[in-house]
């Protein structure tokens, strides 16, 4: 994992990292996000696995609105993300979602935010978000 973060939004803080297979020779590039806001009660495993199981509901709910698009309109995505455990020196674990990296990042565009801030330029992703 980087030590220094390559982005941030309102709640997490995002690294560059690569994932190794068992035999080490293949990596994968992938990004791993943390919580800003550190402490009793946050940071916590349980607080991953919800982000986790939030974009799989929104990579379901996506399919579904997929099906009833017209054919010459870009299908709606979301990455698949995980939950990673490691830990820190003192044995400590510190938790994180685990994401691949998206092939051109630094053109990634976020459409909604997670404080409420819409980008309107693309009228299907909000027709999906008004939707869902």
């Known amino acids: 994992m980087a030590k220094s973060p390559f982005s941030e939004g309102s709640q997490r803080i995002s690294y560059h990292g690569l994932k190794k297979k068992n035999d080490d020779a293949h990596s994968t590039r992938i990004v791993l996000k943390e919580f800003k806001h550190l402490g009793d009660g946050r940071d916590r495993r349980e607080d991953y696995v919800q982000i986790m199981e939030t974009q799989y509901v929104a990579r379901f709910m996506a399919h579904e609105f997929n099906k009833g698009i017209p054919k010459k309109y870009k299908k709606i995505t979301f990455v698949d993300v995980s939950v990673v455990q490691v830990f820190e020196s003192s044995g400590a ?3 994180f979602n685990m994401e691949p990296l998206l092939p051109e990042y630094a053109k990634f565009k ?3 935010t997670n404080i409420g801030g819409v980008n309107i330029e693309e009228g299907l992703i909000q ?3 008004h939707w869902t």
């Open 110 to 112: 976020k459409w909604n």
């Open 127 to 129: 027709a999906f978000s």
């Open 93 to 95: 674990p510190k938790y």
